[in-house]
């Protein structure tokens, strides 16, 4: 009955869930990032992208974070400097039992064609194999997760990643 329930809760929200695998290629247009591979994690309530260089900085009074992003896995090319109002801080519990204490800032992904507003909180992922994990909150939005499956919604364009290489 419960299923019934999250169910009659996703498609009256969202229309039709939209079913995606493990793990995906999604953008970030509010960043100007085009294309970035996530996990799709289920056990995980938030969300976290990989972001460094991590600076608070206040603009008309306001508090606003200033970080850097790596989109590309295992690579530091394509430098994507970004800044977005501040709009939380958390402290996260990773499956291990470490807390860290991060920010968090709102913002647009889209994953297939659906585009939804969460919240990231923002960390250093290096050791992670994705610079991307879309959690619960963002999920709870229309999706479900198909784990038997991965890129549900497509790949880059092949030359896309490497664009400052002068590959074409």
Not at 94 to 100: F, M
């Amino acid at each position: 009955m419960g299923s019934v329930s999250s169910s009659h809760h996703l498609t009256s929200q969202a229309g039709s869930p939209v079913i995606a695998g493990w793990r995906e290629w999604v953008s970030l247009p509010d960043l100007g990032v085009d294309w970035i591979k996530a996990k799709l994690d289920t056990g995980a309530r938030s969300s976290a992208l990989h972001a460094f260089d991590l600076e608070e900085v206040e603009r008309d009074g306001e508090r606003w974070v200033r970080f850097g992003i790596h989109p590309w896995q295992r690579s530091t090319e394509d430098l994507v400097p970004v800044e977005l109002p501040l709009h939380d801080e958390r402290v996260v519990r990773s499956s291990s039992g470490h807390e860290q204490h991060r920010y968090v800032v709102r913002t647009s992904v889209r994953l297939h064609d659906r585009v939804v507003t969460t919240d990231l909180t923002l960390t250093r992922r290096d050791a992670m194999g994705f610079r991307l994990l879309i959690g619960r909150d963002a999920l709870r939005q229309g999706f479900v997760v198909d784990s038997g499956h991965s890129y549900l919604g497509g790949r880059p364009k092949r030359g896309v990643r490497r664009k400052n290489r002068g590959r074409a």
